[in-house]
């Protein structure tokens, strides 16, 4: 997928067309159940690419068909959101902020169903910008980027970088919680040209000071991030939206897998008396437990 510049809708139906029946007989297997003893079959319908989702749809259809039990349709966002209840008690209502490759997304969690939109991505996801900046970057030519995400290779780059050699736009000046990243990617995009003519690189190549570029962009995303939860806080304190004790915030998706974010909120968190919560990666990027987890958590209702 990367070595086509993105996700192409038709290239990624395919694919799930090709794995989607070994995956779900391997996890029959894994659990040691048949199709038979299940009580229901779970899938994600929204939201997303509609390719890939289709083909998702069509093989629970398959499945039901096979089996005679019922199909129960899960919102991919709310599935996200929920994941952490799997590990551990958190009451309602707490905050939810969803980073994924796809989404960007502020909300507290009223209950299993019920959501109040803070904030969104206006101009695409986080995980965009760190795949398309690990594109640009040519990070995947790296031997200790392979078989890494954009995400992941960043953040393992960022390691050895300068976070202050460049300074990106943060885009502070919104008043609302909506998230915009428009300017990081753009700014990244200069950059890396600017320092590929000066470099004078060979194609392939890697640019001598992008681990400085990897660690000055995720400082510029962490500090976007801190306003627009700042403000959340601040609204919802105004509203009496959260409980004075034992305040959450529920950190999730694939980007949340990113340490160095993780541990500067959490010192956010920890100001306005905020506990975070971050299931650990496995349970962060996308999985199939969350999915059959939001239907146990509706019958708890
Ligand atoms: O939630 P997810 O698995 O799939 C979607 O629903 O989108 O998220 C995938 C995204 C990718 O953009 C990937 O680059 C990003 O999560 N990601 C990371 C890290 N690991 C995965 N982003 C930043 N730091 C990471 N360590
Ligand atoms: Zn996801």
Redesign the pocket.
Known sequence: MTKLGGVLQPVAKQLHKQHIGGIVTKALQDADVELKDLDAIAVTVKPGLVMPLNVGVEHAKELVRKSSKPMIPIH?MEA?ALTARMLERIDFPFLVFLV????CLLAVAKSVDQFLLLGRGIDGSP??A??KTARSLRLKNLPQCEGL????S??LMAKNGNPHAFEFPTQQRSRKCDFSMSGLKEFARQIIEKEERRQGLLAGDVLSNAADICASFQFGLLQHFIKKLQRAFLFCELKNLLPEQNRVLVMS???A??SYLKQNLEKVCNIYNCRMVCPP?RL???NGAMIAWLVTSRESL
């Open positions: 991919h996200h994924s490759g796809g989404h995980g965009e760190f795949d995400s954009g995400g992941a960043v953040e998706g694939g980007v897998s990113n990666p962060c990027t996308d």
